[in-house]
Structure formats: C-alpha cells, structure tokens
C-alpha cells in the first residue's frame, strides 16, 4: 500500500493569513510600503505614497475580502479580491515585504485568495500587474493565470498587464 507523499515544510507554513478591513491600520502600514514600490517602480504618474488607492469598501464580504499574512506578530503579506463582474473576481494589491519575499508567502496568499472566492461562488479571477513586477509576472505565470486582454482601467495603461484564470470550487467533504 503506498503513502502519501510527505509534506515538505515551508516557510509559507509560518504564514497565519486574517481577514482584515482595508481601513485596519495594519493594512493601511502595508498599503503604505505598497504604494512607495510603486511609485518608485512606475514613478509619480501612478500616484503618491499617501494616495487611497481604492474603495475600502470593495473588498467587504460576501463580495469582497481582504486578507493579511502573519509570521508570529508581523504582518509581511496582503492582498485582497472584489467582485469585478458577475463570477468573477479581481485579485489585487498583492504584496510581501521586501524582507519577506522569496519564500512562498505571496503563492499562499493567491491561492488562499482563490480558495475563498471560489467557496464564495465566483467562477473566475482577473488580476493586473505592472510590466517591471516581474516576481509577480513569474508568481502569476506558475499559478495557472493566463494573458488576457486589458480589462477596466486598464484598458491603454502602456505598462499594464492582465491575466485571468478560471476557479476551481473546492470538494466537497
């Protein structure tokens, strides 16, 4: 009779994720760090460090969820989903700190966030990422996305990149 195979810690292990509001101060740090990449990456044109970049209200449940990732006490990861159309959500503000990175924290976020979209009924995600995120590019790749066409705001963004990819609802237990 064979075994499963064993499962291989990681340090994504570590990382404990919590719905939180996108006003809870914890997000607002982590938005903060989020927004100065981004305008250090894309420049002034794409805003300011102190600019909301979105309607806290979009990521309010059922249609909406914004989660936050743990390693004891310090948040290190956020992202978060809204209802872009009917069944379909997207999948944004993606982020680990710097610090953070290169340990599975951002995939188990994604897919997590997946997870809950799909239990929630949405059939598919969209997403978008800057043309010099290319860690996000490669995370979003391997994750199953696909290119698709610009969609929303996006549509004429130069340095905008889109993908999509259809959910899979999990088994029933």
Not at 8 to 31: C, F, G, K, S
Not at 104 to 126: I, M
């Amino acid at each position: 009779m064979s075994q499963a195979p064993a499962h291989r810690p990681t340090a994504a292990d570590d990382l404990m994720l919590r719905a939180l509001t996108y006003t809870d101060p914890v997000v607002r740090a982590l938005e903060a760090e989020l927004q100065q990449e981004y305008v250090e990456k894309y420049g002034p044109r794409y805003g300011t460090v102190e600019e909301p970049a979105l309607d806290p209200g979009e990521f309010t449940p059922p249609d909406g969820l914004f989660l936050v990732g743990f390693v004891g006490a310090e948040p290190v990861a956020s992202g978060g989903y809204h209802q872009f159309d009917e069944g379909i959500v997207e999948i944004k503000r993606m982020f680990v700190v710097s610090d953070r990175r290169g340990v599975g924290y951002a995939r188990h976020l994604l897919s997590e966030l997946e997870r809950r979209a799909a239990d929630q009924g949405f059939k598919r995600a969209v997403l978008e990422s800057g043309s010099e995120q290319a860690e996000a590019l490669s995370l979003y790749r391997t994750a199953g996305y696909e290119s698709i066409a610009a969609f929303g705001k996006y549509i004429g963004l130069e340095r905008s990149l889109c993908f999509g990819k259809d959910l899979t609802p999990a088994p029933p237990e």
